[in-house]
């Protein structure tokens, strides 16, 4: 059974960073962020496979990167130059398919997430 646990949320102000954490079990699995905004629909931010190949929508490339520690069954979302338009509560996701190609990330229908963890960004 996968299990993931986000942290490292809170706030920032524009321009600063954070580094999201997902500990992880069931790690054959491709992993992602995504987030999701109020009153709008859940995206995907970044995508790395089980090789450490990375992938990114278009909204972060450049500014957020994703790495993966095996021996800690861990994925990490580093953010800098957070803007205030990546306020949103962001959700560490596993499967089969998550990968972001072409600006923009998909999916499998099978995916196991997180709880999320929140993150803020003021001008």
């Known amino acids: 059974q996968v299990q993931l646990v986000e942290s490292g949320g809170g706030s920032a102000q524009a321009g600063g960073s954070l580094r999201l954490s997902c500990a992880a079990s069931?790690?054959?699995?491709?992993m992602g962020w995504f987030r999701q905004a109020p009153g709008k629909e859940r995206e995907g931010v970044a995508s790395i496979t089980r090789a450490g190949g990375a992938g990114y929508a278009d909204s972060v490339k450049d500014r957020f990167t994703i790495s993966r520690d095996n021996a800690k069954n861990t994925v990490y979302l580093q953010m800098d130059g957070l803007e205030p338009e990546d306020t949103a509560m962001y959700y560490c996701a596993a499967g089969p398919m998550i990968y972001c190609a072409g600006g923009y990330c998909y999916r499998s229908e099978e995916i196991y997430w997180g709880q999320g963890t929140q993150v803020t960004v003021s001008s």
């Open positions: 069931g790690y054959p699995y491709t």
